[in-house]
């Protein structure tokens, strides 16, 4: 969701890029009123087609304006161009922002949370699960994403989904419930409710 650029010229400065398939403009809308004063231009649409199926894949997507106040999280989350964790990322995630990467890349399963790290090393997503775990209390835990077995997601039980609730559901918006397994309207503590 979040990519940052620089070039290799040291002097120049960071950037980030919000992109989300178009099913999900509503965050992309909020994400946008919360940078509109670092941006030149409101979200836009990009069609592109999948090649290996013929299909067409739409997303919607903004970007900032090149400033030096993102340098600091380009070199928190970045180590040679690469999407990083960084080592203290205990201390960085809250509420916030937990909410806003289950509405980015979290999905429902069964009863429970999954977060798409697949991107990420083991080494990486075992030192995110620790930070859920130690500053949240959750018993998350590492899922193999592909049959390679080289990918790899968190998965949140749903002994910990009421307590995830109510820390993230104030910051949910409304058509991102169902990825706390909750009906996009209302807040409902009802697990079966998709």
Not at 32 to 55: C, R
Not at 112 to 117: I, K, P, V, Y
Not at 118 to 126: G, H, M, Q, Y
């Amino acid at each position: 969701m979040r990519k940052y650029n620089t070039s290799e010229n040291s002097k120049s400065n960071a950037r980030i890029i919000f992109l989300q398939s178009l099913a999900q403009s509503e965050l992309i809308y909020n994400l946008y009123d919360l940078f509109k004063d670092f941006t030149v231009s409101p979200p836009k649409v990009n069609s592109s087609l999948i090649k290996e199926t013929g299909n067409m894949r739409h997303n919607i997507s903004f970007g900032t304006r090149t400033l030096p106040c993102f340098n600091e999280y380009y070199h928190l989350f970045y180590k040679d161009k690469v999407k990083i964790v960084p080592t203290k990322i205990k201390d960085l995630i809250s509420p916030v922002s937990l909410a806003y990467w289950i509405m980015g890349d979290g999905s429902w399963k069964g009863y429970g949370l999954r977060l798409h790290t697949n991107n990420f090393t083991r080494d990486e997503v075992e030192l995110l699960i620790n930070a859920l775990n130690r500053k949240f209390g959750f018993s998350s835990s590492i899922n193999i994403a592909n049959k390679s077995k080289s990918q790899y997601t968190i998965y949140i039980p749903s002994k910990d989904i009421e307590k995830l609730r109510s820390l993230v559901i104030p910051y949910i918006l409304p058509s991102f419930r169902h990825k706390l397994g909750l009906k996009n309207t209302t807040f409902s503590s009802d697990l079966n409710d998709k």
